[in-house]
């Protein structure tokens, strides 16, 4: 028989790859390469490696040695396919334009000699994590029977200790983005965008603080099912997801800026040498 450790990650990229192609179909973009295209909504190569490491905790536990080393390279595949393959993808596209404008303009011998690069490559970070989502879903429908010891857990009352470290970092989520806001305020208006981007961070974080805050304050009462582990789980972890895509953007608004800084730069240089003048 074949193992599910092989048909479970095949079926996690059968899914992706069909609603991969479902979302072209309905966006206009009707083509049969997005059965096997990389690159899209959501990221097949996020569903197969989640599902197989996915797969393997359930039935081999977080202390198996097979457990670490497909984490590891679910953790290397995801970070590469929004980190080298998008930027690949990234400079196609700005080397199919180029090529474009230089054969408009006469400026290349024999444009057929380029073969226009594919562009989708790799993945924003979004796809990256709704295809990790959906890995972990197959993974968890193929292990129904191993989830009672993980159901129990998340449905038990946390300890004081839990408790304590939930109220803290609560507390630290929402007031230091506060105290960080407050004093780095008047140099985050030099940028529009960067302002409001940490002014959105701002209100989800303190959001995220008061439910951690909330969820460890009503444990104390035994208050159920409110109380039981799950809600500080689910929350902290919608705000990782979350923070890795604000992080990401801030990123990305980072690079602009520098590079608007570069041309501006250049094109002061440039000016005064045409006005004669030293730097």
């Known amino acids: 028989m074949i193992t599910p450790y092989l048909y479970v990650p095949i ?21 049969i390469k997005y059965l096997y295209a990389s690159g899209g909504m959501p990221s097949a190569h996020s569903a197969v490696v989640v599902s197989l490491a996915g797969y393997t905790f359930y039935h081999q536990g977080a202390n198996s040695p097979l457990f670490g080393v497909t984490a590891i390279i679910a ?3 995801m970070y590469d396919s929004f980190g ?4 690949s993808g990234e400079q196609a596209k700005t080397l199919n334009k180029l090529i474009g404008e230089m054969a408009r303009n006469g400026n290349l ?3 057929d000699d380029f073969a226009k690069l594919r562009e989708v490559l790799g993945h924003q970070p979004l796809e990256v994590i709704v ?9 968890t429908l193929f292990s129904l029977d191993e989830l009672t010891p993980i159901i129990n857990w998340l449905t038990a009352l946390p300890s004081r200790v839990e408790i304590y470290a939930v109220i803290t970092v609560g507390a630290l989520i929402g007031l230091g983005t506060i105290a960080y806001f407050v004093a780095a305020r008047k140099k985050l208006k030099r940028n529009r965008k960067q302002y409001e981007l940490v002014k959105y961070i701002l209100g989800v974080n303190i959001i995220m603080g008061i439910l951690l805050s909330f969820s460890g ?3 104390f009462e035994g208050i ?17 997801i979350f923070m890795l895509i604000a992080i990401w953007r801030w990123t990305g608004l980072k690079k602009i800026e520098n590079f608007e800084d570069i041309v501006i730069s250049e094109r002061k240089q440039n000016w005064l040498k045409k006005a004669g003048k030293k730097k």
């Open 224 to 240: 159920l099912p409110y109380g039981q582990r799950w809600l500080p789980v689910f929350t902290f972890t919608a705000w990782i």
């Open 84 to 87: 080298v393959r998008r930027s």
């Open 109 to 111: 011998r024999k444009p």
């Open 11 to 31: 079926i996690a990229w059968l899914i992706a790859q069909i609603i991969k192609t479902a979302i072209e179909v309905i966006k206009g973009d009707a083509d």
């Open 217 to 219: 304050l009503i444990s």
């Open 131 to 139: 295809g990790a989502m959906l890995g972990a879903l197959v993974a």
């Open 75 to 77: 953790g290397i595949v």
